[in-house]
């Protein structure tokens, strides 16, 4: 299969109706779309990416309304965190309706849905007459695309169409929670920070986001967002650097004179920034050749803590 890269709206649209699948912009990162109606289409979701079908998709929706019919119930307390943060990095797990096939939810009762922020992909979502599937649109286990080049490096070949609309905003996946006694739970970091939440919700959500927990997200894995050259946290007093090492640091301001080849996330110490160039540099640093990858940890607060969580995971395939 020829995978094609373009802007084309319309083309996007025909091959969704058709059960074909489609590599989308949003906000956090690139999703592989599909019709969530049509399971022959969901299936080569699961088979394009390489992951197993017992991980449930995320559906997206063109507004909060348009979930109504999907879900048997949206609490009050949910539909309000909707209203603020959505379209923008924010999923929710909420009890399926009668509509949403066994095979969007592994068999769960519960599905998850978000309202994404692009342009682009909102005007493909109001066209549409139905939601789209969408997991992020890397090979299992891969680091999540935040440009259409990313993409294409992992699904060339296994999808018809990439639908280009430029660098990804947040750059890190949504923000996953759902409510259990009446209080947000957070099952994956995301690109909404506990921080934001807590400004609405009036209280720290607890956090729900390793396997012991008994929920279920591949956030949640314990070696996941890797790349294939070795990556570890930085420690310079622990590790022994050679010229073979490749280095991603967080603020260039506070590495002025390094000699290290590395690639800077943000000029001046900026979380947002970092979050935005994050996986694109761990794409690049992975292509360059390098023994091994040292990365900063960040701060612990704000996207500081998502990035490091990713990164938790990212680097245990290889300590
Ligand atoms: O930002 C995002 O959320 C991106 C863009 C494309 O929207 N999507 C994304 O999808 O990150 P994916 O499949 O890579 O991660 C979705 C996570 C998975 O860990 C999945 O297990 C979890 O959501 N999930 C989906 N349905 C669920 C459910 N019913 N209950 C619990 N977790 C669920
Ligand atoms: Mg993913």
Redesign the pocket.
């Known amino acids: 299969m020829k995978t094609v890269i373009g802007t084309d709206i319309q083309q996007a649209i025909s091959l969704l109706k058709q059960g074909g699948t489609v590599a989308i912009p949003?906000e956090?990162?690139?999703?592989l779309a599909a019709d969530s109606t049509n399971e022959d289409a969901v299936l080569s979701i699961f088979e394009a990416k390489g992951r197993p079908t017992s991980?449930?998709?995320?559906l997206?929706f063109p507004s909060i309304e348009a979930i109504d019919p999907y879900v048997s119930d949206f609490p009050e307390e949910l539909k309000r965190l909707a209203t603020f943060f959505c379209p923008g990095?924010l999923?929710f797990?909420l009890p399926k309706s009668s509509l949403v096939p066994s095979i969007i939810?592994a068999g769960?009762e519960?599905?998850?849905v978000?309202v994404?922020e692009h342009p682009m992909t909102l005007e493909l979502l109001q066209q549409l007459d139905f939601p789209l599937a969408?997991?992020?649109?890397n090979r299992y286990g891969g680091i999540?695309p935040t440009t259409a080049l990313h993409v294409e490096m992992q699904l060339s070949k296994r999808i018809p169409y990439i639908l280009d609309g430029g660098a990804c905003q947040t750059g890190l996946?949504?923000t996953?929670i759902g409510l259990a006694e009446k209080k947000v739970i957070v099952?994956?970091l995301?690109?909404i920070s506990l921080e934001q939440l807590e400004a609405e919700l009036g209280y720290v959500p607890e956090v729900k986001n390793e396997l012991h927990h008994g929920?279920?997200?591949?956030?949640?894995v314990k070696y996941h967002y890797a790349t294939e050259t070795p990556l570890f946290f930085m420690n310079p007093k622990r590790d022994a650097y050679t010229d073979k090492d490749g280095f991603i640091l967080f603020s260039k301001k506070e590495h002025q004179n390094t000699k290290k080849a590395a690639i800077f996330l943000s000029e001046g110490g900026e979380l947002s920034e970092a979050a935005k160039n994050l996986y694109a540099a761990l794409h690049e640093m992975d292509q360059k050749g390098y023994a091994r990858i040292f990365i900063e940890a960040f701060p612990n607060d704000r996207l500081g803590k998502t990035m490091n969580d990713r990164l938790k995971r990212a680097t245990a395939k290889f300590s």
């Open positions: 949003t956090t990162v690139y999703g991980n449930p998709l995320i997206h990095p999923t797990i939810t769960q519960t599905v998850a978000r994404p969408a997991p992020s649109a999540s996946e949504s996953i099952y994956r995301g690109g929920v279920r997200t591949s956030g949640m």
